[in-house]
DNA sequence: CTCACATATGCTCAGAATGAGCATTGGAGA
DNA sequence: TCTCCAATGCTCATTCTGAGCATATGTGAG
């Protein structure tokens, strides 16, 4: 087999101040220029790490001092010339991106911590609907769309921006968060997919240029499809397994609790019902403790129950009619 | 970075007469030996596959004739030593592996379809609890939780087996076939365990031995562990996606329909309310004919109706409380 | 000390979805 | 014409959800 490098890129993530945020590096791109954002990556070791996800752990700690709990595999991204230094002579560089969630802690080396819907604007809509959604993306997606060569690519690409930006009718689907980035590089709408076009060599194509101020801050290489490969399956995962707790301290109270899913998720829930749903799901226990640092009634402060995992097979979905 | 390869595997599937098929190869263990069955591999040429799925179906088309539609990425499997010429100097072996659906048809090459529940009898309940459970599992699971070095970990392994194969009063958790085979894997109890401490040369340290008959139909290296992690992800994935309908013939019955999802998610469903879900739903709609070959009262042929995917964004799931 | 305020927590109610099972329909073949 | 067999239709109790009103219990201002 010829030869190809193996590298892990991880998506850190932690939620504080309901701000989702993850971990970030500072990167000089392979081209020159001013340094990017990126999300920290390291080599598989392959003679000293015994699994991937220990490599991962191992430059993680190396790099940022940081000691991860949760993690679980995200995707192996292996398309040719992610990486433009492919082009010159470079190995095929296949990576394997995995998910991390941990509490904020304050981290060593250069990295640093980012909001993370700075990268995706367009994902928030705890306030309500974004604007740039109307102000700048629906817009440009339009001419996108009348670009097309056949009049069926200009019917599809309508039909589908309508469908995963939520834009006509059609409900917002907060999971395709990487299905609304792609269609924005294709649409040559964000940075990188203009600077990977001249980094490639190819001649100009884009239709109009990215927009001012550009959708999203941009990142080094592929990273922010990456990113956005996380967001979409934290955000399906927090559907149907206790994962938030991972990003919680291990007491807190309901909306501390709601806000973090909010945070992720990007809408807003009724608080009664979400209380509802977590406790008769058996997913935490009082503390009898409270918190008095509400501004309003104390808080009782909760703790995540770890015997759900036992006594509820999927806490979350079911088959049509299961006979039992 | 030093070297390892990049494999790819396909986990193709197919249901034919209401048995859960996959393609498999015959191949020779690395240390010699009677051949086992495999799952179709071939390696990533970086030079010519543009994309890793593009890998994917290049060799599957050229091993097999089959011309695969429906792919989508499972895992990326990295553990060392999961091909045992690693410790005789080989390269590091990653194998990037992948879901296939597919309507049955005859392949060229070495490859034939097995009924993938030969792989995993445990995990039909299709007619009720499967005898091996009871009579295999079971009693073999109790010596492994009483044979943990400490008393935590008795209880630990007790716990996990109950929970895992739904032992006690727990359910039955139709996703969890990996899980599954990881605990008859550390038991000892499938003959993949004891051969791979053979070929790393580890003395034997296994309990008892695999039982007679040996629990499923082994297969070469890490196989049916990738298998496994197939089979949960693909019932995973019938919850919330109509990815059926990729193995089923254009216009099929809604008895077809259903049974071809029990035969992937191994339980039976209840027919009216499981055609009350699939109408309504809007996943299908009727085409008017009839189909005569039912043996009672002929029912009427459906198809998919494909803009479901733009009605709803996502058939199935949603967050407790979203304020619309 | 009392009141406004802010949030926590409790509770109700209508409507939708789900689990079960009975009833009716329409062919094929005796 | 009758019987068998599955398809299809429908009902009913139960549970789950979405919304919103009501009450409880702190803090801080006056």
Redesign the interface.
């Given at each position: 087999?010829?030869?190809?490098?193996?590298?892990l890129n991880a998506v850190i993530v932690a939620v504080t101040e309901e701000v989702p945020r993850i971990l970030t590096i500072r990167r000089e791109p392979p081209g020159g220029g001013p340094a990017e954002d990126a999300l920290p990556f390291g080599?598989?070791?392959?003679?000293t790490?015994?699994?991937?996800d220990r490599g991962l752990r191992r430059w993680v700690r190396e790099q940022t001092g940081l000691e991860l709990g949760y993690v679980e595999?995200l995707?192996?991204f292996?398309?040719?010339n992610r990486d433009p230094r492919e082009s010159h002579g470079g190995?095929?560089l296949?990576s394997?991106a995995y998910l991390a969630l941990v509490r904020e802690v304050s981290v060593s080396g250069g990295a640093r911590w980012r909001d993370w819907y700075e990268f995706f604007p367009w994902e928030d809509w705890r306030d309500g609907h974004p604007g740039v959604l109307d102000r700048s993306i629906a817009p440009a997606l339009d001419p996108w769309a009348a670009s097309a060569a056949e009049p069926r690519g200009r019917q599809e690409r309508q039909?589908r921006a309508e469908?995963v930006f939520?834009l006509g009718g059609?409900?917002?689907?907060g999971?395709?968060v990487l299905e609304r980035y792609e269609i924005l590089y294709e649409a040559g709408l964000v940075p990188e997919a203009r600077r990977d076009r001249i980094e490639r060599g190819e001649k100009e194509m884009l239709p109009s240029g990215t927009p001012e101020p550009p959708l999203g801050r941009p990142m080094s290489l592929d990273h922010r499809r990456i990113l956005a490969t996380a967001l979409g399956r934290l955000r399906g995962k927090?559907?149907?397994r206790p994962v938030v707790f991972e990003l919680l301290p291990p007491t807190f109270t309901l909306l501390q609790l709601q806000r973090v899913?909010e945070a992720l998720?990007g809408?807003?829930?009724?608080?009664?019902?979400?209380r509802r749903?977590?406790e008769n799901a058996g997913l935490v226990e009082g503390t009898g403790r409270l918190d008095a640092e509400t501004g309003g009634r104390p808080a009782e402060l909760f703790g995540f129950r770890r015997e759900v995992?036992?006594?509820?097979?999927?806490p979350?979905?079911?088959?049509?009619?299961?006979?039992r």
């Open positions: 087999m010829p030869d190809a490098a193996i590298g080599p598989l070791e392959p003679e790490d015994r699994t991937l595999q995707y192996t292996g398309d040719r190995p095929r296949v394997v039909e469908i939520g059609v409900g917002w689907d999971e395709r927090l559907k149907y899913v998720s809408v807003r829930l009724h608080k009664q019902n979400f749903l977590v995992l036992r006594e509820r097979p999927a979350g979905v079911g088959l049509p009619g299961v006979r």
